[in-house]
């Protein structure tokens, strides 16, 4: 018995060694300086330029137009991932509102309309919703850059599968005491979606924050530039350069992968709770 | 699927045809009327439902109508129009032994990529739900990677795997291979097989885990005065619990693979695709943006949805059936 405990943990170590190994190396690499690096190759130890790499590489005008600095690019990461997260929140109680609460004539139909938006990603369309964009001049605009992502409907099945669990009583009583559909959605549904809402808040922020097809397709401007964005703007700068700055790489890496990982992170019995009960 | 969020992270987020279909299944017949008391208005409802019905029609449906519209079309290379050539583009596509090749690397890296990110989420997760001491710290560090967007992970695997300074190249070049990533076809993949599995192996921990900690402990605890094998208790009555729950995942894994691996593969073939392996929607990508191939790029778009489509419905239809439900 004891054997096979310590047999469990050997393969979780490797497990934990596999999946955490490649951060720390990132992580440590990005303090050398990429001469060092170009010579010794990665680390597993912190090196000593940590924070000139990172004042760098957050306050250098570079990319190919010499304008765009990281910390621009994490405002525009911030954007894409908060914008995203509350539009996919507010439209989706809403569209779910009506859909759980009210007795209409379309119902059916919009509902088949909605639900088919899940059985086709934005991947096998992209060439036609960019051109729709062009068209609706919506290329290098923030709201070209989040709204076509809300275009599909997982939040509304979320929010309308858990507005089907709030017992029929609260409305009734509602009703008796006299409140309108604005405010029994005001003061009951919202007050009581509260945790649902943070879990797809969380999730939605870090897919937001994620993205890369779309805003590589929608934006050409590097002021619009997100982090995830910039990282192919990084590699092809590099190919051609004696000694690729390794180092600003990673840390631009590192800048990337931060905030979505801390909020894993902090929140990550609501996001486990989010991401499986939403799915089943 | 993700498509949109699908959350998967990054992509992960569980897009979610197949979690509909989870929720939907006990009662196929009346999706809506939920609630025995509804508000009854003849505009409110439409009210709520127009932001969300404006958005998706602008950006999904006219899209999607349009891409079937010109998977029809040849469009002129200059600009100048287009013209009506029924099925040629894709009868041009379907011969095309470039297209043909891509396809069957992309069936290979998807079965790949979904086994083995299931494999090794699983045993992650029996692992870490059999374990007292220290199944918290376990768990939080496994799950990070799920947190990192595709090309991230792309560019981590193309340092790991650099001709110059990875590690990973000095490690394999012990056993006298010489890995050239970029430059040699069977390399490349490997690395980018690697690489996206590594990405997607949190995604199915967490699913897994969760799984096991609902199988109830006196299931378990009957399970161990039965059988004393613990791989045949496993095989027997872990495993068929878990099936719902990996029926979901497959279908997830699948899509990942199909779409959410795009980032991972545009970071590390860099845009020379000439001699480098790459999936069906970098295929569609490349001729869209890159040769400018609206009428071939929309014929492979189309095929494309074709393939989700039937995909979701197959798994739906017959791999669902003989999973069993509690």
Redesign the interface.
């Known amino acids: 018995m004891q054997r096979a405990k310590l047999f469990d943990h050997v393969i979780l170590l490797m497990g934990v060694f596999i999946m955490i190994g490649p951060l720390v190396v990132a992580l440590m690499t990005s303090s050398h300086e990429a001469a060092d690096i170009h010579r010794n190759g990665l680390s597993i130890l912190p090196g000593g330029h940590f924070v000139e790499t990172y004042q760098t590489v957050l306050t250098k005008q570079g990319g190919f137009t010499g304008k765009i600095t990281g910390l621009r690019m994490m405002m525009n990461s911030l954007i894409l991932g908060l914008g995203f997260a509350a539009g996919k929140i507010i439209l989706s109680m809403l569209a779910a509102y009506a859909l759980v609460y009210f007795r209409f004539r379309f119902a059916t139909i919009t509902f088949w309309m909605i639900f088919t938006t899940l059985l086709l990603p934005l991947e096998v369309r992209i060439l036609p919703s960019y051109e729709v964009m062009n068209t609706l001049h919506l290329t290098n605009t923030y709201t070209g850059l989040i709204v076509p992502l809300l275009a599909s409907a997982t939040g509304t099945f979320y929010f309308r599968q858990f507005f089907k669990s709030i017992p029929d009583e609260l409305l009734e009583a509602a009703r008796i005491d006299g409140a309108g559909p604005f405010k029994f959605f005001i003061d009951v549904i919202v007050p009581l979606s509260k945790t649902m809402m943070a879990a797809i808040f969380i999730i939605m922020f870090v897919y937001g924050w994620n993205q890369y097809l779309w805003p590589t397709l929608m934006t050409t401007d590097e002021s619009f530039f997100t982090l995830v964005r910039g990282i192919k703007q990084i590699l092809l700068v590099w190919v051609g350069s004696n000694i690729p700055d390794y180092n600003e790489a990673f840390a631009l890496a590192i800048l990337a992968m931060l905030p979505p990982v801390m909020i894993v992170m902090i929140f990550q019995r609501w996001f486990i709770k989010g991401l499986t009960e939403s799915d089943k | 699927?993700?498509?949109?969020?699908?959350?998967?992270?990054?992509?992960?987020?569980?897009?979610?045809?197949?979690?509909?279909f989870?929720?939907f299944r006990s009662a196929p017949s009346e999706?809506?009327?939920?609630?025995?008391?509804?508000?009854?208005?003849?505009f409110?409802?439409?009210?709520?439902?127009a932001?969300?019905?404006a958005?998706?029609f602008?950006?999904?449906?006219?899209?999607?109508v349009?891409?079937i519209q010109?998977s029809f079309y040849l469009e002129d290379p200059f600009g100048f129009g287009s013209t009506f050539v029924g099925i040629s583009n894709y009868t041009d596509v379907l011969k095309s032994t470039e297209y043909l090749g891509i396809a069957r690397f992309t069936a290979v890296f998807t079965a790949v990529v979904t086994f083995f990110s299931l494999a090794?989420g699983l045993?992650?997760a029996v692992?870490?739900d059999?374990?007292i001491r220290?199944n918290a710290t376990?768990?939080?560090?496994?799950?990070?990677?799920?947190?990192?967007?595709?090309?991230?992970a792309?560019?981590?695997g193309?340092?790991?795997f650099d001709q110059?300074?990875?590690?990973l190249v000095?490690f394999v070049a012990l056993f006298g291979w010489d890995m050239k990533v970029g430059l040699n076809y069977t390399d490349t993949a490997t690395a980018m097989i690697i690489v996206s599995i590594?990405k997607q192996?949190?995604y199915n921990f967490?699913?897994f885990l969760?799984g096991l900690q609902g199988i109830p402990v006196s299931v378990r605890e009957a399970a161990l005065m039965d059988c004393r094998s613990?791989f045949r208790r496993f095989r027997t009555v872990i495993l068929p619990l878990l099936a719902p729950t990996a029926f979901?995942l497959l279908i997830i894994n699948t899509?990942y693979a199909l779409?959410d691996t795009?980032?991972v593969i545009?970071?590390m073939v860099?845009?020379k695709a000439a001699n480098n392996p790459i999936t069906l929607?970098y295929k569609?990508?490349m001729d869209?943006?890159r040769g400018n191939d609206?009428g071939g790029?929309?014929a492979q778009?189309v095929i494309?949805?074709i393939i989700?489509?039937v995909l979701?419905i197959f798994q739906f239809r017959f791999i669902e059936r003989r999973v069993h439900y509690s």
């Not at chain 2, 699927?1 to 197949?18: D, V």
């Not at chain 2, 376990?138 to 991230?152: H, Q």
Request: proline share 10%.
């Open positions: 699927m993700t498509h949109a969020p699908s959350l998967s992270p990054t992509s992960a987020a569980p897009t979610t045809a197949a979690g509909f989870r929720r999706p809506h009327f939920a609630k025995r008391v509804q508000f009854s208005s003849p409110l409802p439409y009210f709520f439902l932001p969300q019905m958005i998706i602008t950006f999904f449906y006219w899209p999607s349009q891409a010109s090794i045993l992650l692992k870490a059999g374990v220290g376990y768990k939080t560090l496994l799950i990070w990677v799920y947190a990192i967007a595709p090309p991230v792309g560019l981590m193309m340092m790991l110059h300074i990875g590690p000095k590594w192996i949190p967490i699913f969760s613990g979901f899509t779409f795009f980032g545009d970071v860099k845009d929607v569609v990508y869209g943006f609206l790029s929309s778009s494309l949805m989700v489509f979701t």
